[in-house]
């Protein structure tokens, strides 16, 4: 019996007018493009836009049961987060870090943001929660060899850079 892998792809997608949310739809919509078999990869959508499996708020204090649940119901074996603070912002991303901390299944994240210099409050309060996201995700994703470079060195540890699926 050939094993299928079930991901929990968390973010916006379409309709919601975010950037973000299109890459995410074009990761969901790439796999078969770039030759997983059907049947070999089960995606549940989970977040805010049109047509998902599960419509979460992303900013909700909840979202650390929410997940948990999902997770549960569905059997999940990872769970991919698409990262960029605004998109989790209520109280300084607490949501988030509750949620990465609690949950038991292996998290990719993908991160939409990396600043280089930490010069304000805001950056240090957003490097606070990249340093969470480092110590409980599995792996790391990012845009641009200089992010992975930079991260990897920042935070002694593998980083993975994939660049942008273009839609022929």
């Known amino acids: 019996m050939k094993t299928i892998l079930k991901v929990g792809l968390v973010s916006t997608f379409p309709p919601k007018r975010c950037g973000i949310g ?3 739809n074009e990761i969901f919509m790439a796999h078969e493009r770039v030759g997983v078999k059907s049947g070999e990869l ?3 959508t989970i977040g805010e836009g049109g047509n998902l499996s599960y419509y979460r708020n992303l900013k909700s204090w909840y ?3 929410d997940l948990k649940e999902i997770i549960d119901q569905e059997s999940l074996d990872v769970l991919h987060i698409q990262y960029s ?3 989790f912002s209520r109280l300084f991303n607490w949501n988030l870090i509750r949620a990465i901390k609690q949950i038991e299944i292996p998290i990719i994240i993908t991160l939409h943001e990396v600043r280089y210099k930490s010069l304000t409050f805001r950056d240090k309060i957003l490097d ?3 340093k969470q996201i480092m110590e409980h995700c599995r792996a790391i994703i990012v845009h641009t060899p200089k992010q992975k470079k930079f ?3 920042k935070y002694k540890r593998s980083i993975e850079y994939i660049p942008m ?3 022929p």
Do not use: D, K, N, S
């Open 63 to 65: 979202l650390p049961q």
């Open 128 to 130: 606070l929660i990249e």
């Open 85 to 87: 603070a605004a998109l």
């Open 165 to 167: 699926i273009l839609t």
């Open 42 to 44: 089960e995606v549940i």
């Open 151 to 153: 991260l990897e060195r």
């Open 22 to 24: 299109i890459y995410t």
